[in-house]
């Protein structure tokens, strides 16, 4: 259950030398209020993102992006403006009940249109999430991956390809019928270790995949998937995949933070909830804080890492910044 903005979680936001983008979004900070000393403050730098630095303001244009990006105050305010701005034109009452009510239309609707074109290898998977690469080993023995909103088979995929583990058990399940159907009837999928299928990751009713038993996955991927989903519907969506998960098994966790250029750029008539919009299609996106995700899996799960990754992303050609804001955290089972 991916989203148009994750074609490529870089290339999507990142315009082409002729590309077409051109506001200037400055970055605010995600800096608290309070004088507490930030993650980098107190050494804490659980995930590291790359190490190109900018140091002078002047080498901006060198490259394409830049890593751990820092803030000032005059950017956040900026950045509170546009949100103050949206806040006041939200959706009205009665499309807002129209995308809440339905969203699994938007999503078929979705991969319908972005069938041919949606599928985008992520290689920066190896990096941030090498648990996944560890267990395609020829002897890391049975190891068993969910990836929760499979989209078009954007993390199964690249794992398989690199899979040598004649154990290794690896499912995809997504709330479109429509992308479970891409997943199962492309090239790349291979039943002998892979499954596909329709699942809700808030099912009120608690029902697992089909094909997953309780208690049965080593690792559950969630890639820009969680932040699909209504605020009212975390806490039973944490209740499901902690039915699913082994005690001591994993969640890698990677999704929009507070702020990010995607939430910066929404104009009237977007804002359903408080940092929760539907997108032009019809998708909806919700934008998390560290503090937020603590709250969210912290009732059932145990973080183990949680880090913002702040990137700046520059058209050198036509001077464009773009700032973007992303939320990486894995969570244990231990509880």
């Known amino acids: 259950m991916q989203s148009q903005d994750d074609l490529d979680w870089v290339s999507q936001h990142t315009p082409a030398p002729d590309g077409n983008q051109d506001n200037v979004i400055k970055e605010p900070s995600l800096e608290p209020e309070s004088k507490e000393p930030s993650r980098v403050e107190r050494g804490d730098r659980p995930y590291e993102f790359g190490k190109r630095f900018l140091t002078d303001e002047e080498d901006v244009w060198k490259f394409n992006a830049w890593d751990h990006v820092e803030w000032g105050p005059d950017q956040k305010e900026e950045a509170e403006r546009q949100l103050a701005a949206q806040a006041q034109t939200p959706v009205n009452e009665f499309d807002k009940k129209l995308y809440l009510a339905n969203p699994a239309r938007y999503w078929d609707l979705f991969y319908r249109n972005n ?7 992520r290689k920066w998977l190896r990096v941030e999430f090498p648990a996944l690469y560890e267990a395609c080993k020829k002897d890391a023995g049975a190891v068993s991956i969910l990836e929760v909103g499979c989209g078009a088979g954007n993390t199964m995929f690249p794992v398989l390809q690199e899979n040598e583990n004649p154990e290794l058990r690896i499912s995809g399940v997504d709330f479109s019928p429509r992308a479970v159907e891409i997943v199962k009837t492309s090239p790349s999928f291979d039943p002998k270790f892979a499954h596909a299928a329709v699942w809700d990751l808030a099912d009120p009713e608690g029902n697992l995949p089909e094909g997953i038993e309780p208690h049965s996955v080593d690792i559950i991927v969630m890639i820009f998937v969680f932040s699909a989903l209504a605020p009212d519907q975390w806490p039973q969506a944490v209740s499901n995949l902690q039915k699913i998960l082994k005690p001591g098994g994993r969640i890698l966790f990677r999704d929009y933070g507070r702020y990010d250029l995607t939430q910066i750029r929404f104009k009237k008539g977007r804002l359903l909830d408080e940092n ?12 998390f804080t560290e503090e937020e995700l603590v709250e969210i899996f912290g009732t059932a799960f145990t973080p183990v890492k949680i880090a913002t990754d702040r990137r700046l992303i520059v058209n050198r050609q036509r001077k464009i910044k773009m700032y973007r804001v992303w939320l990486q955290a894995e969570f244990s089972n231990s509880k």
């Open 115 to 121: 069938k041919e074109k949606f599928f985008k290898d």
């Open 276 to 287: 929760f919009y539907i997108r032009g299609d019809g998708t909806r996106v919700y934008f």
